[in-house]
């Protein structure tokens, strides 16, 4: 004969926690807790190794980009390297940036880079950087994007997070 006990305090505890971590609050810890920093890395990685798997290689500095900082004393940054970088200003605020993310009557919402940047040149900047430019002509050098390995990462993080074996007690 087989028997089985269940304790409803045992079931009630573990619905209690699903229900929290289906709800919009739950869900909005997650993105910010797993997902936006995810985020941040990826676009850290981005601009180290000038591009990845979303962006693809960034396109080479064309000469005359690469003369003008050789002979400028206004940069601190090579001829050729590092791509997507004279004053560290647009790779500061990528890199720098931290993912907002809020509950929403649907679950919930996160933003990557966690705010729009106040300035002009700035939002000009990431605008040239992910679409490029007609004049001066200036190929995009996404900084930004996700693709399948991104998906998977929160597939399988969502998995964790509602399996219990998080790593962290919600």
Same mark, same amino acid.
């Given at each position: 004969?087989?028997?089985?006990?269940?304790?409803?305090?045992?079931?009630?505890?573990?619905?209690?926690?699903?229900?929290?971590?289906?709800?919009?609050?739950?869900?909005?810890?997650?993105?910010?807790?797993?997902?936006?920093?995810?985020?941040?890395?990826?676009?850290?990685?981005? %601009? %180290?190794?000038? &591009?990845?798997?979303?962006?693809?290689?960034?396109?080479?500095?064309?000469?005359?980009?690469?003369?003008?900082?050789?002979?400028?004393?206004? %940069?601190?940054?090579?001829?050729?390297?590092?791509?997507?970088?004279?004053?560290?200003?647009?790779?500061?605020?990528?890199?720098?940036?931290?993912?907002? %993310?809020?509950?929403?009557?649907?679950?919930?919402?996160?933003?990557?880079?966690?705010?729009?940047?106040?300035?002009?040149?700035?939002?000009?900047?990431?605008?040239?950087?992910?679409? &490029?430019?007609?004049?001066?002509?200036?190929?995009?050098?996404?900084?930004?994007?996700?693709?399948?390995?991104?998906?998977?990462?929160?597939?399988?993080?969502?998995?964790?997070?509602?399996?219990?074996?998080?790593?962290?007690?919600?």
């Amino acid at each position: 004969m087989i028997s089985y006990t269940v304790y409803d305090e045992e079931v009630q505890r573990v619905m209690d926690r699903l229900m929290y971590q289906l709800s919009p609050v739950g869900l909005s810890n997650f993105l910010g807790l797993e997902v936006g920093p995810w985020l941040r890395t990826r676009a850290s990685d981005r %601009f %180290f190794d000038e &591009g990845d798997d979303v962006s693809g290689p960034w396109a080479a500095l064309s000469e005359v980009t690469q003369e003008i900082r050789e002979s400028s004393t206004d %940069f601190s940054v090579g001829g050729s390297h590092p791509i997507n970088k004279r004053t560290g200003e647009l790779e500061e605020y990528v890199t720098g940036s931290y993912a907002r %993310f809020w509950p929403t009557t649907m679950g919930a919402t996160v933003r990557y880079p966690g705010a729009p940047s106040s300035k002009k040149s700035l939002r000009d900047k990431m605008k040239t950087a992910q679409e &490029g430019k007609i004049y001066p002509r200036t190929v995009p050098r996404p900084v930004l994007g996700v693709n399948e390995t991104d998906l998977i990462f929160v597939q399988t993080a969502l998995m964790f997070f509602f399996s219990g074996k998080y790593g962290r007690d919600v």
